[in-house]
């Protein structure tokens, strides 16, 4: 129902910074940001709602990303600032999943391709 498509992702070095976007065909859903690094499991990173009035981020990227959504744009950003290695992933946009202040749910029916994020160090 959903169809999502990233971009913004590349090659940085440490302490740089990357603004991911992603375009959606419809908006009215909860959306997020997940990655996954080879070898791991994927983990949320940061969510919203459909609403903007909830927000969630994981713990390792609090005071660094920023998440922000444009409705009449269709589109989704993680402006992502003090890169680090371990940040290095291929990141997902995805929607349709449930967000809390301390949650983001990875069982979102719709996911984009993913934009690969390679944090040099």
């Known amino acids: 129902q959903v169809q999502v498509a990233e971009s913004g992702g590349g090659l940085v070095q440490a302490g740089g910074s990357l603004r991911l976007s992603c375009t959606a065909s419809t908006f009215a859903a909860n959306m997020g940001w997940f990655r996954q690094a080879p070898g791991k499991e994927r983990e949320g990173v940061s969510c919203?709602?459909?609403?903007?009035?909830?927000?969630y981020y994981r713990d390792s990227v609090k005071g660094r990303f920023t998440i922000s959504r444009d409705a009449s744009k269709r589109a989704l950003y993680l402006q992502m600032n003090s890169l680090k290695p371990e940040d290095t992933a291929m990141y997902y946009c995805?929607?349709?999943?449930?967000?809390?202040?301390?949650?983001?749910?990875?069982?979102?029916?719709?996911w984009g391709q993913g934009t690969r994020v390679t944090v040099s160090g």
């Open positions: 919203i709602k459909w609403n903007g009035q909830t927000t």
């Open positions: 995805a929607a349709g999943m449930e967000v809390r202040d301390d949650y983001c749910s990875g069982t979102s029916p719709y």
